[in-house]
C-alpha cells in the first residue's frame, strides 16, 4: 500500500478519497492527464488520451467485474528460492503481461483481467506471491522474509525460470511496491509500467516518523500485526478470514463483491507461510522485524527513492483510503521517462478487479509509448 510518509503528509491536508461521500457508480470512467502536458500531474478530464507523439492505442471492449472466475491454465515453476503457481492466459509467444497481487488478495484480482489482455495478443502471467496459494518455499530452512526486494527477486526469478527477459509490469498494492523496485532497479527487464497508487517503495527509516491520527488510524491492521495477539489472529483461520474481509470492505467501500468472489481468493490465505510473510512484511516496514544481508545492497539503493525511467501508467483509485490528493503529484518526480497519470473515479483499493477494462486500456496504452 502507499508509503506511509507520503500518505501522511495528504491526510495533513485534510483531503482526499478519505473523505469523499461513500456513494457512487460501481464502474468508474477514467481520467486521463491532459492532452497538452505529457506529464501532467495537474486537473483530470475525462477519457481515455495519450499524450502528443504517442501512438494510442485503440478503446477496448468494456467489460464488466466478474465476468470471469476462474483462469483456463494454472501452471508451477521452480525459480529461486520457490516453487511458483501462477495463472497463465494468451499465446506463448506473445509480448509478456506480469500481474502482480496485493493483500489480502491473490491472482483473482485479475481473473477479468488476464482473458482481456490475452485477447489482444499477450501473455500474461499472474504469479502467486511468496506465502500465497500455490506458492512455496523449496526448503523448510527458508527465512519465511516478506521485505521488498526479497518479493522483488521472486519476481526477476520466475522471469528467468520462465525465459523472459523483458516484460510490461502491471500491479497494485503489494505488486506496485515489487514492480516499482524491479523498474528501478532492473530497468532492463521492464519494457513498461502500471502502478497503482504510483510510487510504492518503502524507506524504512523514513517511517519511524509518527503521522497524523487520521493516517495512523487507516493502517490499523499495520499496527495489530505487531503484536502477538495479531500475529495469532493471522494464524487462525476465522479470524484470518473476517480480517482480511474487514479490509476489502474498508478499502474498497463502492465494491459489491460476493461471498463466493471473497471465498475463492480467501482460498490463497490457507498457504502455510501465510501468516509467516504477512506478518514480517509489515513488521520490517515499521523496522520491528529484521530483513536478511543478502538484501542489504538492494535495500540501501532503495532507501535512496530511485527514479523510475521506464514508460509508465500510474492509476490512482479515488474511493481507496490510501490515495493522497494531488493527483499523483506527491510522487510525480520519481516518474523520469514518458509518463501518464489516471484517476479511477468511484473505484476503490482492489483496481484491477473494480475496474478491469480501466486497468487493461493503461497497459495496453503503456505498451504503446
Same mark, same amino acid.
Given at each position: 500500500? +502507499? ?103 491473490? +491472482? ?262
Amino acid at each position: 500500500m +502507499i508509503n506511509r510518509r507520503t500518505f501522511g503528509k495528504a491526510m495533513a491536508l485534510g483531503t482526499g478519497a478519505a473523505a469523499v461521500s461513500l456513494t457512487g457508480p460501481q464502474a468508474a470512467p477514467v481520467a486521463a492527464a491532459p492532452r497538452s502536458d505529457r506529464s501532467a500531474s495537474g486537473p483530470s478530464t475525462s477519457g481515455n488520451k495519450s499524450a502528443p507523439g504517442r501512438t494510442s492505442a485503440s478503446a477496448l471492449p468494456d467489460i464488466g467485474p466478474g465476468t470471469h472466475t476462474t483462469f483456463d491454465r494454472m501452471r508451477h515453476v521452480t525459480a529461486g528460492l520457490l516453487n511458483v503457481g501462477y495463472a497463465e492466459a494468451g499465446p506463448a509467444h506473445g509480448p509478456v503481461v506480469i500481474c502482480l497481487h496485493g493483500w489480502p488478495y491473490d +491472482i483473482h484480482s485479475f481473473v477479468d483481467v488476464a482473458p482481456l489482455l490475452a485477447s489482444r495478443g499477450y501473455r500474461v502471467i499472474v504469479p502467486y506471491l511468496r506465502g500465497h496459494g500455490s506458492t512455496r518455499f523449496r526448503s523448510a530452512a527458508t527465512f519465511r522474509n516478506a521485505q521488498q526486494s526479497a518479493v522483488a527477486l521472486d519476481i526477476l526469478a520466475l522471469m528467468d525460470a520462465l525465459g523472459i527477459h523483458r516484460a510490461v509490469l502491471a500491479g497494485f498494492d503489494w505488486g506496485s511496491r515489487t514492480a516499482d523496485i524491479i523498474a528501478a532497479l532492473w530497468p532492463e527487464r521492464v519494457k513498461a509500467l502500471v502502478s497503482v497508487s504510483g510510487y510504492l517503495i518503502t524507506n524504512v527509516e523514513a517511517q519511524q516518523e509518527p503521522l497524523p491520527a487520521r493516517a495512523e488510524h487507516t493502517w490499523w491492521y499495520q499496527y495489530y500485526f505487531s503484536t502477538e495477539r495479531g500475529r495469532r489472529a493471522m494464524e487462525d483461520a476465522d479470524k484470518r478470514r473476517e480480517l482480511c474481509r474487514l479490509v476489502w470492505e474498508t478499502v474498497s467501500p463502492t465494491w459489491d463483491f460476493d461471498d463466493a468472489t471473497f471465498a475463492r481468493t480467501a482460498m490463497a490465505f490457507e498457504n502455510p507461510d501465510y501468516a509467516d510473510i504477512v506478518i514480517h512484511n509489515y513488521r520490517w516496514r515499521l523496522g520491528l522485524a529484521e530483513g536478511e544481508r543478502r538484501y542489504d545492497r538492494y535495500e540501501k539503493r532503495l532507501a535512496g527513492r530511485p527514479v523510475i525511467t521506464v514508460p509508465t501508467i500510474t492509476l490512482d483509485p479515488e474511493r481507496d483510503p490510501f490515495t493522497a490528493p494531488g493527483n499523483g503529484s506527491s510522487y510525480r518526480d520519481r516518474f523520469t521517462g514518458a509518463y501518464e497519470h489516471r484517476t479511477l473515479t468511484g473505484i476503490g483499493h482492489n483496481l484491477p478487479q473494480e475496474a478491469p477494462t480501466a486497468f487493461v486500456q493503461a497497459v495496453v496504452d503503456v505498451d504503446h509509448f
